[in-house]
């Protein structure tokens, strides 16, 4: 579904991404590692044509992602849950929800909000509050749900566990698995909790400076852990 090959990206001169190629077949959930600075948000920005400069070969649903813009790409069927959230503050969480829907894949059948409030029970009573008034976690769950209502065919999910306390995560890792498959929804994560990618994906990337350092399933994973560890230390 989502096919990148030898992927390179830029901020100005600075070349970030070297040589990227990965895939995440339909249905899949593919977790992306590595420490601070190593890459993980500039590859999925730059899936999703939001910031950096791309060179290389990125086609998704058989479509060649070349000059599309961000909400094109979103029409398209990919959604960004960014890692600072960007919850409209001004608005309720029912309406962060129903807004994104404005944005949603194009030929997918809507999520019915209050279907998807039920699944995540921390939300569901704050239904009526100003993401202004929420704290960083319910904030995040929002962000979550919010990139479940486009209701795309891949969800880009970054770093969703910063800042969360131990309690919310283990929901949090639930509510993701459950909704992605509820809804169809293909998942690549972008998280440096090893714990919380494994308990949730099929897939592990591990980049370092850039650049892929290990890519398999999490037996194989187990497996060379020795040699992985060091491009995952901090
Ligand atoms: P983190 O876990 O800290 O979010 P990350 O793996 O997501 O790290 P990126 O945010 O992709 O890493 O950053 C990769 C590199 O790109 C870093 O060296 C960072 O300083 C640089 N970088 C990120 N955003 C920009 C930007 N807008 N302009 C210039 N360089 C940037």
Redesign the pocket.
């Known amino acids: 579904m989502l096919e990148l090959s030898d992927v390179n990206a830029f ?2 001169q ?1 070349q ?1 991404l070297h040589d990227i190629t990965l895939s995440v077949g339909q249905g899949r959930r593919v977790a992306v590692m ?1 420490r ?7 590859l999925l920005k730059s899936i999703m044509n939001a ?1 950096p400069r791309v060179e290389g070969h990125m086609a998704f649903r058989s479509e060649a992602l070349t000059g599309q813009a961000p909400n094109e790409r979103a029409r398209l069927g990919l959604a960004l849950v960014p ?1 600072d959230r960007r919850i409209f503050g001004h608005l309720t969480t029912y309406e962060n929800l129903k807004i994104a829907q404005y944005g949603a894949a194009r030929g997918r059948e809507n999520v019915d909000v209050d279907g998807l409030l039920e699944r995540f029970p921390l939300l569901g009573p704050l239904r009526d509050r100003r993401g202004s008034m929420m704290s960083g976690g319910q904030q995040q769950m929002l962000a979550v749900a919010r990139g479940v209502a486009a209701r795309p065919y891949l969800m880009l999910l970054d ?1 969703p566990t910063e800042g969360l306390a131990p309690t919310i995560v283990e929901q949090l890792a639930e509510q993701v698995v459950s909704c992605c498959e509820e809804y169809g929804i293909a998942l690549l994560l ?1 998280e ?1 909790s090893i714990w919380f990618s494994r308990q949730r994906t099929d897939h592990a990337v591990v980049i370092d400076t850039g650049r892929i350092a290990f890519e398999g399933n999490w037996t194989e994973f187990d497996r060379s852990l020795e040699k992985i560890q060091r491009h995952l230390a901090f």
């Not at 601070?36 to 500039?42: D, H, L, Q, R, S």
């Open positions: 901020y100005g600075s970030i590595g601070n600075g190593a890459g993980k948000t500039t910031g890692e770093e972008a440096q």
